[in-house]
């Protein structure tokens, strides 16, 4: 018993990166890279979808920065251009934990995540990465190659082929952050404008 407990324990902080609980509490797709439990995409109707490990990619927490050994980012350039290439997909959608794109001050945004991803989702057109890991709701201006392109205020229409990526930051979930009436602790200003 003292062995399988000792064993486990390996396996959990060592040859999973600390995702044993992650796998074996959840039954995600496994069509992802190898040794890569919560990289993952899916179809649905006409969309695209993708899971993203940003630990693999972050600069700033860097427990597991590098497992893959870049076989996440080769996996997720094959499913892109795959995904351009088929005429029943039309949006284009990634989600992943750490921010490429964030304006807050503390974790703000990952530049390991960005330099990963940022010329990838320009170059096969991502439509919409969606982020979490900052305790903050946010939205950028579309962005091309590191750049914003255009304002995009409330209730504009961007188009991605050539307006670039809009990141949104939705770190605030679970319990409610604000109610009518509430004042707010602050407003931020999205990136770009």
């Known amino acids: 018993l003292l062995l399988a407990g000792i064993a486990a324990m390996l396996w959990l902080h060592g040859g999973s990166h600390g995702y044993a609980g992650h796998a074996a509490r959840l039954d995600l797709p496994r069509n992802g890279p190898s040794g890569c439990p919560s990289v993952y995409s899916f179809v649905y109707a006409n969309v ?12 700033e927490i860097r427990t597991n ?5 870049g076989a996440q980012v080769r996996w997720l350039e094959e499913t892109l251009r795959a995904w351009r290439r088929d005429p029943a997909i039309d949006f284009v959608v990634a989600f992943f934990h750490h921010c490429a794109y964030s304006t807050t001050a ?21 439509d919409l990465a969606v982020q979490g890991h900052n305790h903050v709701m946010e939205r950028t201006d579309p962005i091309r190659a590191g750049r914003p392109t255009r304002a995009a205020p409330d209730g504009s229409t961007v188009e ?9 930051c939705i770190g605030s979930g679970g319990r409610a952050r604000w109610r009518p009436g509430a004042p707010t602790s602050r407003s931020r200003t999205p990136i770009g404008s």
């Open 106 to 126: 503390q974790h703000a945004s990952d530049g390991g995540v960005r330099d990963a991803l940022d010329a990838l989702f320009t170059r096969w057109q991502v």
């Open 65 to 69: 920065t590098g497992y893959s050994g």
């Open 48 to 59: 695209g979808v993708v899971s993203l490990d940003a630990n693999d990619l972050s600069h």
């Open 160 to 168: 991605p082929a050539t307006d670039g990526v809009t990141y949104l």
